[in-house]
Nanobody, 120 residues
């Protein structure tokens, strides 16, 4: 069964850190890229970061550059999003999704999402 499972969300104070995990099962990430997206209440979903090991490319949303880091553990078939210096505007449901490349239009697989809340 193909699955993407996110974990690591929670409540954190401004300036704090969280690490999100996206574990893939039923398929190998060798042939897919993983994008982290987020959707805040009342806002459209936006791409936060994309990791393409085949292309040797990493992309970040401008507002998270220098604060978020995407990485991948091939042995665990898992992609991580390290989020530092979190701000209230980072509050959203975070999703990971798999597609063939960071510029492909559609996504093949989605995770269920994990809530990140940044608040004092």
């Amino acid at each position: 069964q193909v699955q993407l499972v996110e974990s690591g969300g929670g409540l954190v104070q401004p300036g704090g850190s969280l690490r999100l995990s996206c574990a893939a099962s039923g398929f190998t990430l060798d042939y897919y890229t993983i994008t982290w997206l987020r959707q805040a209440p009342g806002k459209e979903r936006e791409g936060v970061s994309c990791f393409s090991s085949s292309a040797g490319s990493i992309y970040y949303l401008d507002s998270v550059k220098g604060r978020f880091t995407i990485s991948r553990d091939n042995a665990k078939n898992t992609v991580y999003l390290q989020m530092n210096s979190l701000k209230p505007e980072d509050t959203a449901v975070y999703y990971c999704a798999a597609r063939r490349s960071c510029v492909a239009r559609g996504y093949d697989y989605w995770g269920q999402g994990t809530q990140v809340t940044v608040s004092s």
